[in-house]
Every structure is written in C-alpha cells, then in structure tokens.
C-alpha cells in the first residue's frame, strides 16, 4: 500500500510543479527554457489518463513524441491555481504559497491541494494537504529548477511527514523535441526523467514529463521501477483564468 501510494504521489507531484516554469525556448538555442512563470488564480489544465497503453512504446530523447491516440481514459483530472487561504490546513504552509488544486474524475468535492515557495532559482514543493491532514517534506525541495536545457541534471532526498519515509531522486532534462497531445502540438518540448527511491524498499519509480514554454507540463509517464509502465497523463486543455 505504501508503494502504490508513493507512486500516486510522485505522479501528482510532476504533474503540478511543472505548471509553473515558462521562459523563452527554440531548438536552436538548445531548447532552453528560462525564466520562472506562475499562473494568476483561476486559471486550470485538464488532463486524462490512461492505464494500459498496448501501442505506446518507451520514448527516445529525441521526438516527435505522439500522445494523440491512447484509447479510453481511466480517469480525468483537472488540476487549478487557487488562492492559499482556500485550501485546508493553509496555517501550515507560508501564507504567499503557490498553490495548485486536484480534483480527480469520481471525487467531486475532494481535493489535493499542492504546496509551493517561489524561488528565485527554481519552484520548491512545500507539501500538500487535503480536506483531512496536511503533509510536509523536509527539506523544501526545488522540484524544478527556473532555467531547464537538455543535459542539465540534479539529486535531492526529503522526508515525508505522511509516510515517515526518505525518497531519493534523480534528475535529468534527457531530450527536446515536439511532443503531440489531444491539446495540441508544441514544438521544442523538454523531456525531464525523474527516478524516485525510498528508504526502507529496494522499489523505485521513472518518471518522465514533457515541459512546453507558456503551457507547463502536457504529459507525463509513471513506471514502476525502470520499464514497467503504470500510467500515462496528458494535456486535454490549457484554460487561462477568466475564460
């Protein structure tokens, strides 16, 4: 129970930190994104995920990465800036937090609510919370860093507070290319790799996640430990606040 908790975790961790970077970006100047952007409440992704994906196949750095046809969803997701105060157990966290609510297809009325401190070098993820209970890391981790280019790469480890348990990870920026999802088609996406180890359990998690400049995160797959694939999440619609 504890792994395929964490496994949830990191996935949702992927999926609302990368919503904050943006920056100027193009292939010729090695896909660089630069520069840290933040969203003005209200405004929201929509995504949908998929479980058994028979015709997908493990990516190679280099795209295009196509997202388009996976079948039939098993869940949908729609993940919103909110302000701090709004969120359950907000006394826990900084009160100028960056905070992105999930509510997940099935729950209405339940969400995650995720935690973050902007930096001037990078997003750090703060914790989450839910109607229940609030949960920390320690220490803050910079989750993704303000300038991204292929090649760069980082290793943090923090303490869950839910879990009492250490992760390990492991960064990497390991490609840039175009990447295709039922939102659109983005040229010049960066393809970051994130391995997650906890202490305690030789279990381990691959992450990968595609970040386009203006938009955020449009896809993202979990594996269980290097190759075994358990999900695939991707970009339905980009919804800026007020529309």
Sequence with gaps: MRRAA???VVLLVTGCGSAAI???SSQSADCLIDGLVTWPVGTAWHEASFSAVDS????????PWDFEALGSPFMTEVRTVVAAGDAPHSEVFPPDAYVIGSELSGTAGTRLYRFYSIGTDGLYWLGDSDP???VTVDPPQKFLPATMR??????????DSRYDVVVSTEHEVSGCGEVRVPAGRY???LLLRSTYRYSESPSSSTVLTWHVTGVGMVAAAVFSGA???ASISVLTEHRPAGR
Aim: hydrophobic content about 35%; glycine content about 12%.
């Design 187 to 189: 040229p010049n996406a």
């Design 150 to 159: 292929v090649g760069q790469r980082w290793e943090q480890q923090y303490r």
């Design 6 to 8: 964490l496994i949830l």
């Design 56 to 63: 997908w196949t493990r990516p190679t750095p280099a795209g």
């Design 227 to 229: 190759d075994d694939l």
């Design 22 to 24: 943006g920056g100027p």
């Design 132 to 134: 229940l209970l609030a």
